[in-house]
């Protein structure tokens, strides 16, 4: 986790934070105090949560160079009942006064991330739950990070990170061909135009809207298939079209991913999901920093 947390991404996006914030130019603390005034920041969970992201603390202060000394009450994956301590923080009153709302900000979002994610793993029942690259700009390794604490998995990193043909590659490349209609013959030739041309330790993943796409995807035989908005009568045939399939690939299903939804697909057989709304609709949870 320290790796993380001092890595050149989330030092980079606290620097960014402080700058906005302008945290060396409190005015407000400095009209108020002349001289320093050691003080304990207590922050304390108001909700019940699931703690992420108290190692940010230290990485906030650090790029401040001011001394502080910092006790973490609780571990990164921890469920906190409302009331409970988190972090305490001792160091010059003026220092905490003029870093509290951007330490709350990045705590309140990751634990927000890990706290809706553990919530969505409840209702998983064994399957697979990966995230996206639906993810705020800049906090991807945060994001990510929070994902993971929450009990779920992380999907590729960025676009160098594996191959995902999704619809728009389709579309465009028909297009360029000139083709008006996609064929399986015309399909099958794309992908595998990228089979033959990718690196072989390369993971290659095609999305597919329907039944001419997934049979495309099975006779060039790539590694993963996403079943992507689909419904679950489409599903179960889709899955069924892959069980007698002679290449095996591993199997995602994707878009409008609940919740509710995901106690429906251990029915149907769905081994792996992806979850946009891991990151995209998490909010915020509640908490605050008390100073004395």
Known sequence: MQELFSSSEVVNLVKLALQ???VCEDITTKLIFDASL??????????ELLFCGGGVTDTIFRQLNWP??????????????????????????????AAERTI?????RLCGIATYTQSFMQQANGIKVLDTRKTTPGWRVLEK???NVGGASNHRAHLA??????????????????????????????????????S????????????LELIAALEAGVDWIMLDNMTNSEITEAL????????????????????????????LGVECVSVGALTRLATSVDISMRIE
Do not use: W
């Open 104 to 108: 709350l900000n990045f705590l309140q």
């Open 240 to 267: 069924g079209q892959i069980d007698t399939a002679s290449t095996k690939p591993n199997v995602e299903i994707s878009g409008g991913i609940t919740r509710e939804r995901m106690q429906q697909f251990s029915k």
């Open 200 to 211: 072989k330790e390369m993971l290659y993943e095609v999305e597919v809207r329907d039944r």
């Open 161 to 198: 990170d594996m191959i995902l043909v999704k619809n728009n590659h389709i579309d465009l490349f028909m297009k360029q061909q000139g083709i008006a209609k996609r064929s399986k013959q015309d399909l099958v030739c794309m992908f595998k135009k990228i089979a033959d041309r990718k």
């Open 20 to 22: 906005e914030d302008r």
């Open 38 to 47: 050691e003080a304990t920041a207590k922050v304390e969970a108001r909700q």
């Open 68 to 97: 502080y000394r910092i006790k973490y009450l609780r571990a990164d994956g921890s469920t906190v009942q409302s009331g409970e301590t988190l972090v305490e923080i001792e160091a010059d009153a003026r220092h905490l006064l």
């Open 145 to 147: 990070y929070a994902v």
